[in-house]
């Protein structure tokens, strides 16, 4: 089944001239999805469908015949990760065995705000077991409840995760967009492996209320897309304050509900970027394709300092795991009290023995030690928790990237997305040799980042970052917009066997 990867405002000029209706797009989506998703090349990214897609895109269409278009997303289907509750047919499980049968009693804030908007919620996608965060040597794509999601480039190499099934849902033209979430790279990563644009917002920008949690110091929701314009509306589109949510607070005045006013084709121009060359890593192959996105910036009018490197940026691994150990313990206790009586878990001690009872199911890869070593973990009151956190903040902010970013006077920073895509090992797990890093900084301190296609290695798409201080979504946005419209890189996946080896 193939369709044009439309973007929102196509498919909204469709819809508006009578071309299309949203029941007709949702049913061009839904057969895509059986036909690349469930067979063809089972690429496996979406867990679940909403059986209620039709009937909502129906209403939508009434709504537009009655002469009311909500926005920019009306009648637009979106992707969501299977951590975020929806109040619907649709199961909430973070993949997860444990969490089977499990149906939100209310939708997540961004979910009522996609409502809102006009957006229809087309299904979920599979993601790497509670994002990622269960074992040391676990398999990015993989979950008990929906099996191994693979990178519609090469099927052979991984989609990485937590958000992999909403990566490679959106480069493989299953829905216009989609929503993932990151702690440390979970936004970042997927994005720029499957070749689409991800934004991880500043900590406070969107809601985490009703999102199966990590950790509240470093947990964000974001939009995933194919283009920066469709990614920036469907930023702006989930903003609001959560009274529920404390961290919303901050962005009062600092948010934008219309993150398209930041798209200028000439948004380099004169910007001062750092270039984070102690975490642009040693792969000669992604390192040209960086220089060649350097040398496109200084041709549209960029300034970039080279280097700029950030301080600290590989001080933190420690104490970063050990708050997201105390925090996930506290967080996702708290969000399982609050399921109903009949749920098969309700704390974190509960998971980890309904994964033993079930361990060949829920473990045939890999364990669950990042699980039990928060079990662990004490109260949050407790001083190692608290002098870590502080520990964190202050290398990742005032001495990291606040003091590059001052001492330079820089607009922005950035850095290759990572490596290219690697080999799924179902036996080993994921590798650890990417020395490029590129997330870690930015999600330990709450601030905006951005991924954008910059390239191919063997076929394999390689993004560059663009990140900042906090609130600087409009800015990162621009550039990023700019870098784009000047490049076009991304091309659609090819479903391929494996990657092309050959020169």
Not at 99 to 107: I, K
Not at 353 to 362: C, K
Not at 420 to 436: E, F, Q, R, T
Not at 456 to 476: M, N
Request: proline share 5%; glycine share 8%.
């Amino acid at each position: 089944m193939i369709i044009p990867e439309w973007t929102i405002a196509e498919l909204q000029a469709k819809m508006e001239s009578g071309e299309l209706t949203a029941r007709q797009v949702v049913e061009l989506y839904l057969r895509r999805i059986e036909a690349v998703d469930k067979a063809g090349p089972f690429l496996n990214s979406i867990i679940e469908v909403n059986r209620e897609a039709l009937e909502i895109a129906e209403k939508l269409d009434a709504e537009r015949r009655a002469g009311k278009v909500r926005g920019a997303l009306h009648g637009i289907p979106i992707l969501l990760k299977d951590n975020i509750d929806t109040a619907d047919q649709m199961q909430t499980t973070a993949g997860s065995l444990a969490l089977e049968g499990h149906y939100a009693a209310r939708d997540a804030f961004i979910v009522r705000q996609l409502r809102k908007a006009g957006a229809v919620i087309l299904g979920k996608t599979n993601l790497s077991e509670w994002a990622n965060f269960r074992g040391k040597r676990s398999v990015s794509g993989w979950s008990s409840r929906g099996g191994l999601t693979r990178n519609p480039y090469a099927l052979d190499r991984s989609a990485c995760g937590s958000s992999s099934g909403s990566g490679a849902a959106v480069a493989a033209n299953l829905a216009v967009a989609a929503v993932g979430t990151e702690t440390d790279g979970s936004i970042i990563c997927p994005s720029h492996t499957n070749g689409i644009v991800g934004i991880k917002p500043t900590l406070g920008l969107l809601s985490r209320n009703g999102i199966i949690p990590i950790a509240h110091s470093q947990d964000t929701p974001g939009p995933m897309a194919r283009t920066v314009r469709d990614a920036a509306i469907l930023l702006g589109a989930m903003t609001g304050i959560d009274l529920e949510d404390p961290a919303t607070r901050l962005s009062r005045k600092r948010s934008l509900s219309n993150y398209v006013r930041a798209l200028d084709y000439d948004g380099l121009k004169g910007a001062r970027i750092g270039v984070a060359r102690n975490m642009a890593g040693s792969n000669p192959k992604v390192l040209k394709v960086f220089e060649n996105a350097l040398v496109v910036m200084r041709q549209l009018g960029a300034v970039v300092i080279d280097p700029a490197d950030v301080p600290n940026f590989d001080k933190f691994g420690a104490s970063e795991l050990e708050v997201l150990y105390y925090e996930f313990k506290a967080d996702l206790n708290r969000y399982l009290r609050s399921l109903p009586e009949e749920a098969r878990v309700h704390s974190l001690e509960d998971v980890l023995r309904f994964n033993e009872e079930h361990a060949s199911q829920v473990m045939p890869y890999f364990g669950q030690e990042h699980m039990i070593a928060a079990q662990a973990k004490g109260s949050l009151r407790e001083k190692r928790y608290k002098d870590a956190l502080a520990k964190n903040l202050r290398l990742t902010r005032k001495d990291g990237i606040d003091r590059v970013m001052r001492q330079h006077k820089l607009d922005a920073l950035v850095v290759p997305s990572g490596g290219p895509a690697w080999m799924i090992d179902l036996v080993n797990g994921d590798p650890h040799s990417d020395d490029i890093e590129s997330t870690s900084p930015a999600a330990v301190a709450g601030y905006p980042h951005i991924t954008v296609p910059a390239g191919y290695v063997f076929g394999l798409p390689v993004g560059i970052s663009f990140f900042g201080k906090a609130w600087q979504e409009a800015d990162l946005i621009r550039y990023a917009y700019a870098f784009e419209q000047a490049t076009q890189y991304r091309r659609a996946p090819a479903f391929l066997p494996s990657a092309r080896l050959n020169p």
